[in-house]
């Protein structure tokens, strides 16, 4: 109150027992800050109800100047009822472009459609960060959240925290409309969607994949290409229901089902976005096999312009075919976490890595995790020599070469760690004579970089 010329405010009350009392108080001696371009206020841990949140969001609108606004509430007690007036109340906020409210583990559920309604106001609002986790949120509340965001004709990054709530994709019409939603973004150019720990499956997950598709058909014919400027996009399933029954696990033979179909169906969503160069998939414990993995690979071939791809398919089923899938020869940035597979072994896993990685002239940065598989540590020190010959990055397979070291700790032989050296070696032939055959040498490409 008596900085009235303060124009940028970070305040943390974080684990204090605060009340709504306290929280008005403070709205209303924030509110006087007439030029406040930037304000962080951190309430996590308190017990606030927000029952007062009209007097607090009416405050905080009156600094009408704030471009910049992040507010953290999570770990309290406020209820749904309350949330369209604090919406209301930050809608008075004209000028902002950045909105990041941590709402996690409270009581919100049916309250996120009335707080993105009442934000509809700021038109010039070009991030969000909403973070949701632990509310009970189900699909329905999804869709009334999607729904507000054609308010928002500038957003060009969208970061949405969905995780450990009951989305469970029962009403494929309602995680269709919210994914539809995203699709309409046509500004959007980084996308992160967090569903971990809920209960989706492979066809709630083509749902999603239907509403979120990057083009669609008029009335006259015309296609029409959606979400043109998306060039990040990260999306986490992890702990869900993803994979069905679809034959023996690990086998490459399993049956295909409706499940894998619409799970491929998901994956050529994916294939849509031209101008995507960074693609993180997090599919961890979802029980997912080589059978459903193998048109992730496919339709990466498709994204020309991707040189970021990090996947995480830990604790899954896979044995490795998938490898020679990933054919993109543009990477500067790979992450592979496979983890926990334990059909992934020395004939189909670690030798499809080698190829993978000999195609990868650019990298820059390189982590591959094989822990808990059956790939053996004297072909894990055979790929990480192969690597290190071949790539430009110097930090390249750093997981692998902490297995190496422990190994050299353990008193491991060198002849031993070095069994499998020549067939390493001739599976690195064959991806010199790929590159050859592309008109590219091995050795002008690591000159070069």
């Not at 696990?249 to 169906?265: C, I, P, T, V």
Request: aromatic residues 6%; charged residues 25%; hydrophobic residues 35%.
């Amino acid at each position: 109150k008596n900085a009235p010329d303060l124009t940028s405010l970070q305040i943390s009350f974080s684990d204090n027992q605060l009340l709504d009392e306290h929280l008005t108080k403070l709205g209303e001696a924030i509110g006087d800050c007439a030029w406040l371009t930037s304000l962080d206020l951190n309430f996590r841990k308190n017990e606030i109800t927000c029952a007062d949140f009209v007097r607090f969001g009416e405050a905080i609108g009156r600094c009408t100047a704030l471009a910049t606004l992040k507010l953290n509430f999570e770990d309290n007690q406020i209820k749904a009822k309350h949330l369209g007036a604090l919406g209301d109340g930050l809608g008075c906020c004209k000028h902002l472009t950045k909105l990041q409210l941590l709402l996690g583990k409270n009581e919100i559920a049916g309250g996120l459609g009335d707080l993105a309604a009442g934000l509809k106001d700021c038109a010039l609002l070009e991030q969000l960060d909403l973070n949701c986790t632990g509310n009970e949120l189900s699909e329905e509340h999804l869709a009334s959240f999607g729904s507000e965001l054609r308010n928002w004709s500038r957003l060009t990054t969208l970061f949405a925290d969905f995780s450990d709530n009951s989305i469970s994709g029962e009403k494929f019409a309602q995680l269709r409309d919210f994914s539809k939603m995203m699709g309409n973004c046509a500004t959007l150019q980084c996308l992160r969607l967090d569903f971990q720990g809920n209960q989706i499956t492979a066809e709630h997950l083509r749902a999603f994949g239907r509403g979120m598709k990057f083009e669609h058909f008029r009335s006259d014919g015309r296609r029409i290409a959606l979400c043109t400027q998306l060039q990040v996009l990260d999306l986490n399933f992890e702990g869900n229901q993803i994979a069905t029954e679809a034959g023996a696990a690990g086998s490459r033979k399993g049956k295909k089902n409706r499940g894998l179909e619409m799970f491929w169906s998901f994956c050529r969503k994916i294939s849509k976005c031209d101008n995507l160069t960074s693609l993180n998939l997090n599919f961890a414990n979802n029980k997912i096999t080589d059978d459903h993995f193998r048109r992730v690979g496919y339709n990466i071939l498709k994204c020309s312009k991707l040189t970021r791809l990090h996947l995480n398919f830990a604790n899954n089923n896979l044995c490795g075919e998938f490898f020679t899938r990933l054919r993109n020869d543009q990477l500067t940035s790979l992450s592979l976490n496979f983890e926990g597979n334990q059909h992934l072994d020395d004939k189909e896993g670690a030798t499809g890595l080698v190829k993978l990685l000999g195609r990868q002239l650019m990298l820059r940065e390189c982590t591959v995790a094989l822990t808990g598989t059956n790939v053996s540590e004297s072909l894990k020190c055979a790929i990480l020599r192969a690597c290190e010959a071949d790539s430009c990055c110097p930090q390249a397979m750093v997981r692998l070469k902490e297995d190496f070291l422990g190994l050299q700790e353990d008193g491991h032989d060198a002849e031993e760690l070095s069994d499998d050296k020549s067939s390493v070696e001739s599976l690195q032939n064959e991806s010199n004579s790929d590159s050859d055959l592309s008109g590219n040498s091995r050795d002008s490409a690591a000159t070069s970089c």
